[in-house]
């Protein structure tokens, strides 16, 4: 895992910019702490941060194939059946110096062209540069689970991981425009788009082709829905034996590796599969962690998305599994270090999702010290329809997306000052979306009812919904130097699951049905029958009263940003209100914070 970046220009030589293209990289050294390295040839400049993950000493890039016109790859990620990749390519006669995954991906395209990423199965996200045909090939994995942005320019491209390398370049503006807003505010994360003007990220299941002739995007992989023949016992055993291979495929590693765990069905899967992968080859038991707040167990309040504290449900499995399992606990006094939630943001390069956000860092950095990849359960609750706006019917009559149904937040512009709001129209730009969306989606022929729509809400969930959180993921995990892995995102499984029916994947009339059944024997009982409850949060009035304390400071200050787009109402209710208040406003003093830090510390400028 790792950080990319690098610029094409056809009508240059960049050589007379490596300072530039320095600058762009060092942006990512969070990313990839253990090594750099820059690649120029002409019009084409490379850079690349490097985690060392696979064939620590071999692995170092840029990498550049031998030959009088170079191919160079600046890649990010992990392709999981390099080995049987390898294998295939030396059979075609390809000779390799090296035991890494990045010398496979370049000699696949080297053997087969674009059309190599038909054989890819992994997390990724890489450029190839091809000086035979002065082309730049920007590729990302599937699921979109690993980010490549990219600026077009007048003569050529500037890419990179994150937005940040593109802005260091002084070539980009950190303007943002109405579009870019909507996305901000819209709770949904639309295939392509970036928030900065301009910009634009390779969307997941796609590459974009950089000639001189210009910029085209090509897509290679989509859902797709087919009838499912598979009776119940044989999609369980399926989904279970495809689980079994994903986990010996991602547990391969030559650094330490670990699992993360909330005592819910999907991590402890993820944590229990893990066990038993390494175990097979003699190794374990695996790491785990856990996240919990200081004096959270003790005085937890249910709420209307958490009904228990994760603590004895975490020690549950603990003791029938058996990982060497370490709890990661976190104070007030931590989640409101300045430094950290400025960490926070730049790693974001957004206003950040609150303390969510910030534990998640503050977990990933702990986690840091004793692994270098982690195993997340991430996804599932997409795949295999966990929340419980899957299983409400007034919510899935809906026409609109359904976690903001959910969540009850069909528009969020009572917390915008009047004017922007109706600049934003958020009601019209989610309802564009929405239409937009299922009208990507592939049908099934015949299907009615409740089947179809349950089709195009898992739909929406793995192409508009499933991204923002991973992106959540690889954002605060890469800003610690910490890879981390999604299996239940394997592009098999998901297309699998995906053309299963409803009433298959509900067979037991609850949520995430064919998951427990593919792992019943692995799991304690508690485990196994334990309520969806999503990542944890803190629930200490402190925290709320530090808060309000903040953006008092920033109301205060008639130069801060915020001010121009808050709803000066709701701004004093946020101030004033107590904790016990409207849950949403602890979530609106969170935006005003994080956005009015992000505007300033990047330089905003508005453009509408």
């Known amino acids: 895992m790792c950080g990319i970046t690098g610029w094409v220009s056809y009508e240059r030589d960049l050589s007379t910019v490596r300072p530039v293209v320095e600058a762009m990289t060092d942006t990512m050294i969070c990313r990839g702490p253990d090594a750099g390295g820059v690649f120029i040839d002409g019009h084409a400049a490379l850079g690349h941060r490097r985690l060392a993950v696979i064939d620590i000493e071999g692995g170092r890039q840029p990498m550049a194939a031998e030959g009088l016109a170079p191919v160079a790859l600046t890649y990010s990620g992990e392709v999981y059946n390099f080995q049987e990749l390898r294998a295939e390519l030396e059979g075609h006669g390809h000779n390799f110096k090296t035991l890494s995954d990045t010398e496979v991906v370049l000699h696949a395209y080297l053997q087969w062209g674009s059309a190599f990423v038909d054989r890819l199965n992994g997390m990724y996200a890489f450029a190839i540069w091809d000086a035979r045909s002065q082309e730049l090939l920007l590729i990302r994995d599937r699921m979109g689970i690993k980010p490549l942005y990219y600026q077009p320019t007048a003569d050529g491209v500037l890419f990179g991981s994150e937005p940040k390398a593109i802005l260091a370049s002084g070539l980009v503006e950190p303007a943002i425009d109405l579009d870019g807003m909507r996305e901000v505010f819209a709770s949904i994360k639309t295939p392509g788009m970036a928030y900065f003007r301009g910009m634009k990220e390779v969307k997941p299941g796609h590459f974009v082709r950089v000639r001189p002739e210009g910029v085209t995007e090509h897509r290679y992989w989509a859902l797709e829905s087919a009838e499912h023949t598979d009776d119940l016992p044989t999609t369980i055993a399926r989904i279970r034996e495809l689980l079994d291979d994903i986990m010996a495929r991602q547990t391969v590693a030559d650094v330490p590796l670990c699992s993360l765990l909330s005592g819910g069905l999907d991590s402890s899967a993820v944590t229990a599969l893990t066990q038993q992968a390494l175990l097979a ?9 856990c996240i919990d707040f200081e004096g959270l167990t003790e005085n937890f309040k249910p709420d209307h998305l958490r009904s228990a504290p994760d603590a004895p449900y975490v020690r549950a499995f603990v003791n029938h599994v058996g990982p060497d399992h370490k709890d990661i606990v976190l104070r007030t006094a931590d989640l409101m270090d300045p430094a950290v939630r400025t960490a926070v943001l730049v790693a974001r ?3 950040p999702q609150g303390d969510i956000d910030v534990s998640m860092y503050l977990l990933f950095q702990a986690i840091r010290e004793h692994s270098t990849v982690a195993l997340s359960g991430e996804a599932a609750d997409e795949v295999f329809g966990g929340y419980s706006w899957f299983h409400d019917e007034a919510i899935i009559k809906e026409e609109t997306f359904p976690w903001l149904a959910g969540i009850g937040n069909l528009d969020g512009s009572d917390f915008l000052a009047p004017d922007f709001a109706a600049q934003l129209d958020l009601a019209t730009y989610r309802a564009d979306q929405y239409s937009a969306s299922l009208a990507a989606m592939p049908r099934l022929d015949g299907e009615t009812g409740l089947e179809r729509r349950m089709r195009e809400v898992s739909y929406l969930h793995l192409t508009r919904f499933v991204n923002w959180l991973l992106d959540r993921k690889d954002r605060m995990s890469m800003a610690s130097g910490l890879e981390v892995r999604v ?3 394997d ?5 699998y699951v995906f053309n299963v029916p409803w009433a298959m994947k509900t067979f037991d009339g609850r949520e995430k049905s064919l998951l427990r059944a593919a792992v019943a024997d692995l799991l304690p009982t508690e485990v196994l029958e334990r309520v969806k409850s999503p990542y944890p949060t803190t629930q200490d ?13 920033v109301a205060a200050n008639p130069e801060s940003k915020i001010l121009m787009i808050v709803n ?4 004093g209710a946020m101030l004033h209100a107590p904790a016990d208040a409207d849950p949403r406003l602890r979530d609106g003093l969170e935006s005003a914070l994080g956005g009015n830090e992000w505007a300033e510390r990047y330089d905003v400028t508005l453009d509408f």
């Open 541 to 553: 009035p402190a925290y709320y009263d530090s808060l309000q304390a903040q953006l008092r400071t």
């Open 349 to 351: 390069d957004a206003p």
């Open 487 to 489: 299996p239940f995102c």
């Open 491 to 495: 592009h098999r499984l998901v297309q």
């Open 281 to 289: 080859r003699g190794q374990g038991p695996v790491r785990s962690f």
């Open 568 to 571: 000066q109402g709701i701004l």
